[in-house]
C-alpha cells in the first residue's frame, strides 16, 4: 500500500505557471505507475498525465499536451506535474494516483486527497 499527499496548487492568473508535487510513502514509490487526474465542479473526474515505474511511457491528456509535464524523483518518491501556459478551464482539483497493474487507463488503485488549482481570466 502506498499513501500519496499532493502539494503545490494554488491561484494563478491566466498564461501562469504551477508546479504540482505528489509524495509518496508506504510501498516502494518505484513499483507503481504514477497518474495525474483532475475533476472540476460540476463535471467528472479526468485523466492528466500518466508515467511509468522507471519514467518512460509517458501519455498526456489532448487537452494539456505541449503545456504540461509529468515527471517522477524515485530517489525522492515523489511525482511532479509541471503547468505551463495555464487556462481557466485548467481550474479543478488535482489528484495524484497510483497504480499497480499498467501504465494508462482503468481506475487507479491508490488516490491522494487532491489540491486545488484555480486559474483566473
Known amino acids: 500500500q502506498v499513501q500519496l499527499v499532493e502539494s503545490g496548487g494554488g491561484l494563478v492568473q491566466a498564461g501562469g505557471s504551477l508546479s504540482l508535487s505528489c509524495a509518496a510513502s508506504g510501498r516502494a514509490f518505484s513499483s507503481y505507475a504514477m497518474n495525474w487526474f483532475r475533476q472540476a465542479p460540476g463535471k467528472e473526474r479526468e485523466f492528466v498525465a500518466a508515467?511509468?515505474?522507471?519514467?518512460?511511457?509517458?501519455y498526456y491528456a489532448d487537452s494539456v499536451k505541449g503545456r504540461f509535464t509529468i515527471s517522477r524523483d524515485n530517489a525522492r518518491n515523489t511525482l511532479y506535474l509541471q503547468m505551463n501556459n495555464l487556462k481557466p478551464e485548467d481550474t479543478a482539483v488535482y489528484y495524484c494516483?497510483?497504480?499497480?497493474?499498467?501504465?494508462?487507463?482503468?481506475?487507479?488503485?491508490?488516490w491522494g486527497q487532491g489540491t486545488q488549482v484555480t486559474v483566473s481570466s
Open positions: 494516483a497510483a497504480k499497480t497493474v499498467g501504465v494508462v487507463g482503468g481506475t487507479p488503485d491508490y
Open positions: 508515467i511509468g515505474r522507471s519514467g518512460g511511457n509517458i
